[in-house]
């Protein structure tokens, strides 16, 4: 063969060779549990410029400049007194994940539903950290997403799912038919070197033009979802189906929501069968008590709120913890 040839011939297989060595490393390093993109109108209302919240391409956005005891967090972005990887032993893990109504908005750290049950708890003799994840914004999609490239590293025993009811887009992967234009969709939409290729030139773009507010999201590719909206109402399903694989508890609750009367945005048909879920809304209702006495806002809850959903969390703990230990 001729050696003009041979190199013709060579270019192409070295540039796929090429690619092929740069999609493994960008995999390495792109630890992403799922692949449906963050719509880029939720990642461009929480992105704030010069603040705390950076963009992440997993989770969408996340806190920056931790620790920060101002707002009670430690260095992993938990609202909670430091939390090592390793969990001491003898002591019983969770994690509370949510938006905003977990995080607390409006209300101190010890105030926040997750440390009410927590104090609770150890109240009544359990050796429990329920640790709060929650972050403005976040719905069952960063949830599942956090839950499998994040905390599994800290040896959760049980998690809490404070995420508004019917959640879209659901984390799936695309349909396995199509024509030539939907085979090409899906390769992007597989490929961690385009995603990276696109963050990188959104990243020096913003630097080009400080000026400008620069839209750092994946596009949203145009593949349907196997699983109709009507069908499956969001990611609950999948969080629960990993954890029973995990050996880790799940407990869901009913957003409590805060219009006159109050109501529960998460009911049972919004979840799989079987799931735990756990009615903070009649408790609510008992007190007698206003709205604004429960609630800053639709779903922000004062701490007089918080305290009842934190006391409700902690008595269906204690039921299930009861049951760990009377099973032999």
């Given at each position: 063969m001729r050696p003009a040839l041979r190199r013709l011939l060579f270019a192409p297989v070295a540039l796929v060779l090429g690619l092929l060595v740069?999609?493994?490393?960008?995999?390495?390093?792109?630890?992403e549990a799922v692949l449906t993109t963050i719509p880029s109108g939720e990642v461009k209302a929480h992105i704030t410029i010069g603040?705390?919240?950076?963009?992440?391409?997993?989770?969408?956005?996340?806190?920056?400049?931790?620790?920060?005891?101002?707002?009670?967090?430690?260095?992993?972005?938990?609202?909670?007194?430091?939390?090592?990887?390793?969990?001491?032993?003898?002591?019983?893990?969770?994690?509370?994940?949510?938006?905003?109504?977990?995080?607390?908005?409006?209300?101190?750290?010890?105030e926040a539903y997750p440390a009410v049950a927590?104090?609770?708890?150890?109240?009544?003799?359990?050796?429990?950290?329920?640790?709060?994840?929650?972050?403005?914004?976040?719905?069952?999609?960063?949830?599942?997403?956090?839950?499998?490239?994040?905390?599994?590293?800290?040896?959760?025993?049980?998690?809490?799912i404070d995420c508004q009811g019917r959640d879209d887009v659901r984390d799936e992967q695309p349909p396995q038919a199509g024509g030539w234009s939907e085979s090409a969709q899906r390769a992007l939409f597989y490929s961690r070197l385009y995603r990276a290729m696109r963050i990188g030139v959104q990243q020096v773009s913003a630097r080009l033009h400080p000026g400008q507010r620069s839209d750092l999201s994946l596009p949203s590719l145009s593949?349907?979802?196997?699983?109709?909206?009507?069908?499956?109402?969001?990611?609950?399903?999948?969080?629960?189906?990993?954890?029973?694989?995990?050996?880790?508890?799940v407990f869901f609750m009913d957003y409590p929501f805060g219009t006159v009367?109050?109501?529960?945005?998460?009911?049972?048909?919004?979840?799989?069968?079987?799931?735990?879920?756990?009615?903070?809304?009649?408790?609510l209702l008992a007190t007698g008590a206003t709205t604004p006495e429960l609630f800053h806002d639709n779903n922000h809850m004062t701490a007089r709120g918080n305290a009842i959903v934190g006391e409700k969390l902690a008595d269906a703990v204690t039921k299930w913890l009861d049951s760990r230990k009377a099973t032999p």
């Open positions: 740069l999609e493994g490393a960008c995999r390495l390093v792109m630890r603040g705390d919240i950076v963009y992440d391409p997993v989770l969408g956005w996340k806190r920056s400049m931790l620790p920060n005891p101002g707002l009670g967090l430690d260095s992993n972005g938990f609202r909670h007194a430091e939390v090592a990887r390793e969990k001491p032993p003898g002591v019983i893990r969770g994690f509370a994940l949510g938006d905003s109504q977990t995080y607390g908005a409006g209300v101190e750290s010890a927590e104090a609770l708890l150890r109240q009544r003799g359990f050796s429990v950290e329920l640790i709060n994840a929650g972050l403005s914004g976040y719905h069952s999609r960063q949830a599942l997403r956090l839950f499998k490239t994040q905390l599994m590293d800290f040896h959760p025993d049980f998690i809490v593949l349907r979802s196997p699983f109709p909206e009507t069908e499956h109402p969001g990611n609950h399903d999948l969080i629960l189906d990993f954890a029973k694989a995990k050996g880790i508890e009367p109050p109501q529960a945005l998460t009911r049972t048909d919004h979840l799989p069968r079987g799931a735990r879920l756990v009615n903070t809304l009649p408790a």
